[in-house]
T-cell receptor
């Protein structure tokens, strides 16, 4: 079963608008972490934001915020005031801390975001 | 701030050749991970090292081997290269210890096998 699901293969947003990228996850581990990474066309993988399963507040990093709904097992990324440079592939990933293989990230298939001028 | 450094940035090899990819983690990061990302795919975990010992193993082919050296840099050795090995190979590092740390990725090595 897919542990990380990103249902939007591609998204468009107008410059300066906000956009939400969806991510749902599946785990029975009570202790886990959720990550979002950005991969522009140049290929590098850029860390954006992290949310721990026990964190009481939603994570925020500048224009990025994570809408963490634990009961729904969703961790959507919200990008406010989109910029042309936000056009990239966005990956949601998870680590299960009590799993034997807890050092690896489990990845979604990614969402390709295009920001229109 | 120093980031994860991977070399080479691009590598072109022919089938059945060997390749060595290098990764220099962020200073004081003792954990290194290797990922393989095919075109249009999500990254696939290959192998990781913690304090110079292999900590986890993923979908790494038997033709590949890796190690972490005393200075914490890591090398991924690939032998008998196949066309399907063409991919972007990422190295990532983290401070180790508990699992909440972020993984910081290098810019990747783009391997093309002809």
């Amino acid at each position: 079963a897919q542990k990380i699901t990103q249902t939007q293969p591609g998204m468009f947003v107008q410059e300066k608008e906000a956009v939400t990228l969806d991510c749902t996850y599946d785990t029975s581990d009570p202790s886990y972490g959720l990550f979002w990474y950005k991969q522009p066309s140049s290929g590098e993988m850029i860390f954006l934001i992290y949310q721990g399963s026990y964190d009481q507040q939603n994570a925020t990093e500048g224009r990025y915020s994570l809408n963490f709904q634990k009961a729904r097992k969703s961790a959507n990324l919200v990008i406010s005031a989109s910029q042309l440079g936000d056009s990239a592939m966005y990956f949601c990933a998870m680590r299960e801390f009590n799993a034997g293989n807890n050092r690896k990230l489990i990845w979604g298939l990614g969402t390709s975001l295009a920001v229109n001028p | 701030a120093a980031g994860v450094i991977q070399s080479p940035r691009h590598l072109i090899k022919e089938k059945r050749e060997t390749a060595t990819l290098k990764c220099y983690p962020i200073p004081r990061h003792d954990t290194v991970y290797w990922y393989q990302q095919g075109p249009g795919q999500d990254p696939q975990f290959l192998i990781s090292f913690y304090e110079k010992m292999q900590s986890d193993k993923g979908s790494i082919p038997d033709r590949f081997s890796a190690q972490q050296f005393s200075d914490y840099h890591s090398e991924l050795n690939m032998s008998s290269l196949e066309l399907g090995d063409s991919a972007l190979y990422f190295c990532a590092s983290s401070p180790g210890g508990g699992g909440s740390e972020k993984l910081f990725f290098g810019s990747g090595t783009q391997l093309s096998v002809l």
